[in-house]
């Protein structure tokens, strides 16, 4: 009888991660051999190794739905796979598909034609996909650098641009310090504990008794947590992201609005919910925080913004204070809350950034500023009717899909008694509908002396514009299939 080698089965639960790997492999090889031959005159790879790296995006979806292994611990204990990973590694790999899709013409557009765009994109997916199945805080902390360092890259991808150059460059230097500060609370918790493994954090919280913490401990876990909410551009943490989203070229913006927000909310969720749920450890109180902070600079910020992605920037620092205190409910309610604010949430920014990418004007211009959109139900009444269901699901317009997510995460708070930040939610939500409003305002009744005339967008572009407007229409038709798949995510963590 011959015997399995060591991690044979752990391969195939990660075969997703496997491929993937191997695809970036073929790839960059690929790239590295024809973009620098002679004989075929430097080709520009841009385009190809994109749509290359789409097709194994959608390779690996299909190995992460239908994988042989649905639920197990591996690697010893330091990769796990269950309903809430395979949840949001869809989540992530269509947000990331939807990206790209997207982003075919503006590279070409911004002459971001190297075939390095592809391949580092496969590769900060990667890291994420490990993110999302961490087990342990080693692997943790890998998976968040094999991600940042790629991320650093894309900030910075187009060099001719000088705001391309310092968004690049803030994003590394406050990047490189929040990782520092994530390393010092691994390093605390591990000589506190003596261990890195997750499910030992909760078995000691547990099974030990423990009353009280000691400070090391406290001190490590509000570092890992720093950490973590630096990444995801939570208030207060947040001041490197509105000049990011406004100096990366908008395909990597949109790519960073997505992404690494799902990925880093299934880490943290597992840390929160998993490891640190029995410790007496006031993890609780400090989202809550942070998630009051984002609500208010979320509101408050884009109400002075002037600039597309800016405004969209500080939406997004809005949107992660409502995940924020759903997570911090420490409930099956919350969590389940979560997943569905996520996915909802992934839609209209696909479709406000998908607008903004589709929408070339015949002279070359892009719309930058608020004002760029005047007429624009007029001069293309289809993406403008996007642009402003987006806008109304992103304000929690009933009855749209924002809607439901943020009556799931009031609800939620309310059941675990957080009654006054469920009313700060409320009231920012109102306040956000200002600016909200305003730009639907600019779409359709702001008058302009200068009419623009855009191009057709691509059918890439159309082809995720329509699924993303589809599933915020739809969900109100039809919410079974989202509610479940968040359902089944959030009692793979809370059982």
Same mark, same amino acid.
């Given at each position: 009888?011959?015997?399995?080698?060591?991690?044979?089965?752990?391969?195939? $639960?990660?075969?997703?991660?496997?491929?993937?790997?191997?695809?970036?492999?073929?790839?960059?090889?690929?790239?590295?051999?024809?973009?620098?031959s002679t004989a075929r005159a430097f080709p520009l790879l841009g385009r190809p190794t994109l749509g290359l790296a789409l097709w194994s995006l959608l390779l690996t979806a299909g190995l992460v739905a239908h994988g042989p292994i649905?639920?197990?611990?591996?690697?010893?204990?330091?990769?796990? @796979?269950?309903?809430?990973?395979?949840?949001?590694?869809?989540?992530?790999?269509?947000?990331?598909?939807?990206?790209?899709?997207?982003?075919? =013409?503006?590279?070409?557009?911004?002459?971001?034609?190297? !075939?390095?765009?592809?391949?580092?994109?496969?590769? $900060?997916?990667?890291?994420?996909?490990?993110?999302?199945?961490?087990?342990?805080?080693?692997?943790?902390?890998?998976?968040?650098?094999?991600?940042?360092?790629?991320?650093?890259?894309?900030?910075?991808?187009?060099?001719?641009?000088?705001?391309?150059?310092?968004?690049?460059?803030?994003?590394?230097?406050?990047?490189?310090?929040?990782?520092?500060?994530?390393?010092?609370?691994?390093?605390?918790?591990?000589?506190?504990?003596?261990?890195?493994?997750?499910?030992?954090?909760?078995?000691?919280?547990?099974?030990?008794?423990?009353?009280?913490?000691?400070? $090391?401990?406290?001190?490590? &876990?509000?570092?890992?947590?720093?950490?973590?909410?630096?990444?995801?551009?939570?208030?207060?943490?947040?001041?490197?992201?509105?000049?990011?989203?406004?100096?990366?070229?908008?395909?990597?913006?949109? !790519?960073?609005?997505?992404?690494?927000? @799902?990925?880093?909310?299934?880490?943290?969720?597992?840390?929160?919910?998993?490891?640190?749920?029995?410790?007496?450890?006031?993890?609780?109180?400090?989202?809550?925080? %942070?998630?009051?902070?984002?609500?208010?600079?979320?509101?408050?910020?884009?109400?002075?913004?002037?600039?597309?992605?800016?405004?969209?920037?500080?939406?997004?620092?809005?949107?992660?204070?409502?995940?924020?205190?759903?997570?911090?409910?420490?409930?099956?309610?919350?969590?389940?809350?979560?997943?569905?604010?996520?996915?909802?949430?992934? %839609?209209?920014?696909? %479709?406000?950034?998908?607008?903004?990418?589709?929408?070339?004007?015949?002279?070359?211009? =892009?719309?930058?500023?608020?004002?760029?959109?005047?007429?624009?139900?007029?001069?293309?009444?289809?993406?403008?009717?996007?642009?402003? &269901?987006?806008? !109304?699901?992103?304000?929690?317009?009933?009855?749209?899909?924002?809607?439901?997510?943020?009556?799931?995460?009031?609800?939620?708070?309310?059941?675990?008694?957080?009654?006054?930040?469920?009313?700060?939610?409320?009231?920012?939500?109102?306040?956000? %509908? !200002?600016?909200?409003? =305003?730009?639907?305002?600019?779409?359709?009744?702001?008058?302009?002396? =200068?009419?623009?005339?855009?191009?057709?967008?691509?059918?890439?572009?159309?082809?995720?514009?329509?699924?993303?407007?589809?599933?915020?229409?739809?969900?109100?038709?039809?919410?079974?299939?989202?509610?479940?798949?968040?359902?089944?995510?959030?009692?793979?963590?809370?059982?």
């Amino acid at each position: 009888m011959t015997s399995l080698p060591a991690f044979a089965l752990d391969l195939w $639960a990660l075969l997703p991660e496997v491929f993937l790997a191997g695809a970036l492999g073929v790839l960059l090889s690929y790239g590295v051999a024809y973009s620098t031959s002679t004989a075929r005159a430097f080709p520009l790879l841009g385009r190809p190794t994109l749509g290359l790296a789409l097709w194994s995006l959608l390779l690996t979806a299909g190995l992460v739905a239908h994988g042989p292994i649905t639920q197990a611990l591996l690697c010893a204990q330091a990769f796990q @796979v269950d309903a809430a990973t395979t949840w949001a590694k869809l989540l992530l790999l269509g947000a990331t598909g939807g990206a790209g899709l997207l982003s075919g =013409r503006d590279l070409a557009r911004q002459r971001l034609a190297a !075939f390095e765009y592809g391949p580092l994109v496969l590769l $900060a997916v990667l890291g994420m996909l490990c993110m999302v199945s961490s087990a342990d805080l080693l692997t943790l902390y890998l998976s968040l650098e094999l991600q940042g360092l790629c991320l650093y890259v894309l900030a910075a991808l187009q060099r001719t641009s000088p705001f391309a150059a310092e968004a690049g460059l803030k994003y590394f230097l406050l990047g490189a310090f929040s990782s520092g500060v994530f390393l010092l609370g691994c390093s605390l918790l591990y000589g506190t504990t003596g261990t890195t493994q997750w499910h030992a954090f909760a078995t000691l919280g547990f099974g030990g008794g423990q009353t009280e913490v000691s400070p $090391a401990l406290l001190l490590g &876990v509000l570092c890992l947590f720093v950490g973590l909410l630096f990444k995801l551009a939570a208030a207060p943490f947040h001041v490197w992201a509105p000049d990011v989203y406004e100096g990366a070229p908008t395909p990597v913006t949109c !790519f960073f609005a997505v992404a690494p927000k @799902v990925a880093l909310l299934a880490a943290l969720m597992r840390l929160a919910l998993q490891s640190f749920y029995e410790f007496a450890l006031p993890w609780q109180q400090g989202l809550l925080l %942070c998630s009051l902070l984002s609500l208010l600079v979320g509101a408050l910020g884009a109400m002075a913004q002037s600039h597309l992605k800016r405004l969209l920037a500080y939406s997004s620092i809005g949107h992660v204070g409502y995940m924020l205190l759903a997570l911090a409910c420490g409930t099956l309610e919350g969590a389940q809350a979560l997943h569905l604010y996520l996915a909802f949430y992934l %839609c209209t920014a696909l %479709c406000s950034f998908g607008v903004l990418l589709a929408l070339q004007g015949v002279g070359g211009g =892009r719309p930058r500023m608020l004002s760029d959109l005047a007429q624009l139900g007029v001069a293309n009444p289809a993406l403008a009717f996007t642009l402003a &269901v987006a806008l !109304f699901s992103m304000a929690g317009i009933p009855p749209l899909a924002g809607f439901l997510g943020k009556w799931a995460v009031f609800g939620a708070a309310l059941g675990a008694q957080y009654y006054g930040l469920a009313v700060v939610g409320v009231l920012t939500s109102v306040v956000s %509908c !200002f600016y909200y409003l =305003r730009l639907v305002q600019v779409l359709y009744f702001e008058p302009t002396t =200068r009419w623009v005339s855009y191009h057709r967008p691509p059918w890439s572009a159309a082809l995720v514009l329509g699924l993303a407007l589809g599933a915020l229409l739809g969900a109100v038709l039809y919410p079974s299939p989202i509610f479940m798949g968040a359902h089944r995510a959030a009692l793979a963590l809370c059982a």
